[in-house]
């Protein structure tokens, strides 16, 4: 699929692998719209990017998505590509007080049922171009969860499978086509808590695999050593686990 010259829509796009996205994508004549809950966060971006605009929006406000659909449906409804790149993550083991519901109710908020009522909400504009693609960003962790980051897991996991239906879908009729990112641990600020600062590859490696994936109809982009865990899981499911939760 062609990446340039496209209106492209990233959720979570004012730091972390998102911003490093638009960085890329903006530099190869894309127009860009950022998405985020933060209004500093986001004026901070987009002074230092390129043919990039930002919408402050809570993606977990049923009133918030509503009015950003309208907004992006009114003022650009060339959109084309849609990058569902927004996460939450808590860290913690399953425990009598984990807190793990009210964390896990949280976590699928924004990781999954945000996604999927974005990702409804933009199809009627999406199907409209002659090309256009959406991009779910999942992780390692949708194929063997670690038990430092359980719910987490499981949100990347059902949005795994919610993005093969969903192609699956789209492909019968439409031009869109679906890609899925799944990066290995990454140093950012979203995870510092988890070690990332000292064990994550640099965003910018994610953000160009994500581009090269999209350039050659990719569909699954496993960046770094997601690519061999993938393979060691379904050779070695109980072995890729405990490798998973060493330590």
């Known amino acids: 699929m062609n990446i340039t010259n496209k209106t ?7 730091s972390g692998i998102g911003f490093e996205i638009a960085k890329l ?22 002074k230092s990017l390129s ?9 977990n406000s049923k009133s918030d998505v ?6 992006v449906s009114e003022k650009h409804p060339e959109l084309s590509v849609l990058i569902n790149n927004a996460g939450r993550a808590f860290a913690y083991t399953h425990a ?22 974005l990702t409804e909400g933009f199809l009627s504009i999406l199907k409209k171009q ?7 960003v999942t992780s390692i962790v949708a194929f063997s969860p670690t038990a430092k980051l359980p719910s987490y ?14 192609r699956h879908t789209l492909a019968k009729d439409t031009s869109i086509k679906v890609f899925e990112l799944m990066p290995p641990l990454v140093n950012t600020e979203f995870s510092k808590e988890i070690g990332g600062e000292e064990n994550g590859i640099p965003p910018i490696e994610v953000a160009q695999g994500l581009i090269d994936g999209i350039e050659k109809d990719d569909f699954e982009i496993k960046i770094g050593q997601t690519a061999d865990f993938r393979k060691f899981y379904l050779s070695a499911p109980a072995e890729a686990f405990e490798m998973m939760n060493q330590g």
């Open 8 to 14: 492209v829509l990233i959720t979570g796009g004012g």
């Open 25 to 46: 994508l903006s530099a190869r004549g894309n127009k860009i719209i950022i998405i985020g809950r933060t209004e500093s966060k986001l004026n901070a971006a987009v």
């Open 51 to 59: 043919n990039t605009i930002a919408i402050r929006c809570d993606i």
């Open 66 to 71: 509503k009015d950003l659909i309208a907004q």
């Open 96 to 117: 009598e007080s984990a807190g793990a519901f009210e964390k896990s109710t949280a976590e699928f908020a924004t990781n999954y049922f945000s996604l999927v009522r």
């Open 130 to 136: 002659p090309e256009a693609a959406i991009v779910n």
């Open 153 to 166: 897991s499981d949100s990347k996991a059902a949005v795994h499978s919610y993005t093969l239906s969903l």
